[in-house]
């Protein structure tokens, strides 16, 4: 079994629906963040065996195909396209580890692509002959009262754990201060003369007062917007990194386990703590931890329940300045923390929860942590 590492991380801004990248069809978005992922790995094109993206909007095909098709990559390189809604961008990576480990692959871009401007309009069949019925979602448990609206779902849990919208958008504040102050990492590939994410802004307690509710203690401050980006990284196995004399970040491993359906928001939480458990180590062991931010309530009771220090969660913000491309949101993470480790060292987890009831973590050390 071969060990595996990311050489380079690489993704575009991520802007709002209808924004600076709602002309972009998914393969032109995701095209240019991959190439330019492979050149910052040091190889060329021709030495990818496998692409792999999460997509949840994209309406069917296979979007990794057609990415790397449009980037440049060789014929014989197929493609696999996964949906597993928002964890779908931290399970491609993971997918990818497993073909390295198992010596199918040597070198696999993994990542995610979502364009919620050019997504498709959804209408489901009548059998019985009559109009098409439009639809915003699919449905992810087989049993409606168990598949609340995910607004729904994040004001339940906000209720259970007795976090209040004041709570909420404080913690909005600060991902909003974080985004607004980090510093250039060098992770983001300017796309239509855009070169910083375009929703982070300085928000106030009296801003979030006046934001529209949208359910209970939800708002549109302290819930992530819609969004269009790619992300990309490039996964070698240990022979590989060695042959080219570049060390990277380790992949350690990851998870991805289901809880109940009707509470979204603390399925990472198990996947969480296993991951950590398997790697004998604590959730304040962590020098950085990337945790999705849908909602601020899901990100604030990830860190309460494993025990992860607030200070070291999502140092250059999170989705909520940002913004939510969901099957390449988890990639997102996935490339925020490659850098992250690369300036801090040591361990870091990012982390993700998905519909139905879906948890994501992935688990990365830096090289001097190996």
């Keep these: 079994m071969s060990g595996v590492q990311i050489l380079s991380a690489i993704r575009s801004p991520a802007a709002p629906r209808g924004g600076a990248l709602a002309r972009f069809a998914l393969h032109d978005l995701g095209a240019p963040v991959l190439q330019a992922a492979i050149a910052s790995a040091g190889l060329t094109p021709d030495a990818i065996d496998e692409v792999i993206a999460g997509n949840a909007l994209g309406g069917g095909g296979n979007p990794a195909r057609m990415v790397a098709l449009a980037a440049g990559l060789p014929e014989r390189v197929a493609g696999l396209s996964i949906d597993r809604q928002c964890c779908g961008g931290l399970d491609a990576l993971l997918l990818a580890s497993a073909l390295i480990a198992s010596g199918q692959a040597n070198v696999v871009a993994a990542g995610g692509v979502e364009s919620y401007s050019r997504r498709p309009l959804r209408l489901r069949t009548d059998p019985d002959g009559g109009p098409p019925q439009p ?26 754990l007795g976090i209040s919208r004041a709570e909420q958008d404080a913690w909005a504040i600060e991902s909003h201060r974080k985004a607004l102050a980090a510093p250039p990492t060098g992770e983001i590939l300017p796309l239509r003369g855009l070169s910083k994410d375009a929703f982070a802004r300085t928000l106030n307690t ?5 934001a529209p509710q949208l359910v209970g203690t939800i708002s549109a401050a302290n ?25 990277g970040v380790s992949l350690l491993g990851g998870v991805t386990l289901g809880d109940r359906p009707e509470s979204p928001g603390v399925a990472p939480v198990a996947a969480i703590n296993t991951i950590l458990a398997r790697h004998s180590l604590k959730a304040t062991d962590l020098s950085v931890a990337e945790v999705m931010e849908a909602y601020a309530v899901q990100a604030m009771a990830c860190v309460r329940l494993t025990g992860i ?17 969901i099957g390449a949101s988890g990639a997102i993470n996935a490339v925020r923390l490659f850098h992250e480790l690369r300036r801090t060292g040591g361990s870091g987890l990012t982390a993700i929860a998905a519909a ?3 948890g994501t973590a992935l688990l990365m050390a830096s090289g001097q942590s190996r």
């Design 135 to 160: 639809y915003d979602r699919p449905p992810f448990a087989p049993w409606p009262a168990r598949d609340p609206d995910m607004d729904a779902a994040a004001d339940a849990l906000a209720t259970d």
């Design 206 to 210: 009296r801003l979030c007062a006046r």
């Design 223 to 247: 819930a992530a917007v819609a969004a269009d980006a790619a992300a990309f990284c490039i996964l070698v196995s240990d022979r590989v990194a060695a042959r080219l004399g570049a060390t």
């Design 309 to 325: 220090a607030p200070a070291v969660v999502n140092p250059g913000g999170g989705a909520l300045a940002r913004g939510h491309p």
């Design 356 to 358: 139905g009831g879906l």
